[in-house]
């Protein structure tokens, strides 16, 4: 896989991950050298549901169960409901209302919390593009779609932040 | 075969932030200020509160420019230059964008996207005249890429 993805923060209201293309095409050329999703199954990390968990403080590091984490009720959208939605499967549609505020069709009222998702360029000297965008696995749980061009080396910021907070 | 100019479709608004969905196309594209049909800043501002003045967004999209170095102040964050005049003070409320791909065309290429700000009839956008306006554009031969103008007011909670 040429984008790897690994948690450099994590608060109850941001996740941040460096995404690294190692600017190795595949013989042939596949989908995987310009594209990675960042999975929302529970699993190691990077993971949605795992990586918010290390949010929690109080003691640092412990699990921070299915409360008290205003990211994590976005990420459990499918397991728990959010606002207008499940619980149960999500469409691309609805992950991208939640996760990059794109509300298209009016799917989430004024008053329910969402994200935005975005990428920025840390190095490449812009010789590379990034785009981040919302999907569901085959579960239906949110998960976040990371591409970039091929075939230079190059590493970028995913942004995953919670609106409407104080922590800036 | 027509020439596409970029377009831009409101997916959000707040009193203190806009976000469009924008396909690229052939540019640069002025998104207006000129209180016309959307997508316009002062139309799409005015949307979050209708019928309120309480509306960070619009005020800082309604404040008057004379040139591109105010507009830029205005929707790019730009400091003020000391000693220069100019209507954006270190108080004035003043907004900042972003632009993000989300997806790439059916070639698979990704945007090259640069944003900037200019006073409206610079930008050839004559009903925006005396207001600030967006510039996108991006490089060419990456038509049919989707990706986000993300604006927001400054100095804000609503992030």
């Known amino acids: 896989m040429a984008i790897t993805l690994s948690l450099r923060y994590a608060t109850p ?18 989908a995987a050298d310009g594209l990675v999703t960042l999975p929302n199954d529970g699993g190691v990390t990077p993971d949605l549901q795992t990586d918010i968990l290390r949010a929690k403080t109080d003691p640092p590091g412990a699990a921070g169960g299915v409360s008290g984490l205003p990211l994590q009720d976005l990420i459990r959208a499918r397991l728990d409901g959010h606002g207008p939605l499940g619980p149960g499967a999500l469409t691309q549609a609805e992950a991208r209302a939640l996760f990059l505020s794109d509300n298209t069709g009016g799917i989430l009222s004024d008053q329910v919390t969402r994200a935005r998702t975005w990428i920025t360029p840390r190095s490449s000297e812009g010789s590379v593009q990034w785009a981040a965008d919302a999907n569901v696995d085959g579960d239906g ?6 591409r970039s061009s091929v075939g230079v080396a190059a590493d970028a910021f995913l942004y995953i932040h919670l609106r409407h907070t104080f922590d800036l | 075969m027509g020439v596409q100019p970029i377009s831009f479709t409101l997916v959000d608004a707040t009193p203190y932030r806009l976000i469009y969905s924008v396909v690229s196309g052939t540019g640069p594209t002025v998104l207006p200020n000129a209180g016309g049909g959307t997508p316009d800043l002062r139309t799409d501002a005015e949307s979050a509160t209708p019928g309120s003045g309480r509306n960070p967004m619009l005020e800082v999209v309604s404040t008057a420019v004379v040139n591109q170095v105010e507009a830029r102040k205005l929707l790019l964050g730009e400091q003020p230059v000391p000693g220069a005049t100019t209507p954006a003070s270190a108080r004035i409320l003043r907004a900042r964008a972003r632009i993000t791909n989300r997806s790439e065309n059916i070639s698979g290429s990704l945007g090259n996207w640069d944003v900037d700000a200019d006073e409206g009839a610079a930008a050839g956008s004559p009903g925006s005249a005396g207001f600030p306006v967006f510039l996108v554009d991006v490089a060419p031969g990456s038509d049919g890429i989707v990706a986000y103008l993300d604006i927001f007011v400054m100095h804000t909670y609503d992030r």
């Open chain 1, 13 to 30: 209201d941001w996740l941040i991950y460096l995404a690294i293309q190692d600017g190795v095409i595949s013989s042939p050329p596949v």
């Open chain 1, 141 to 146: 749980d949110p998960v976040i779609e990371v």
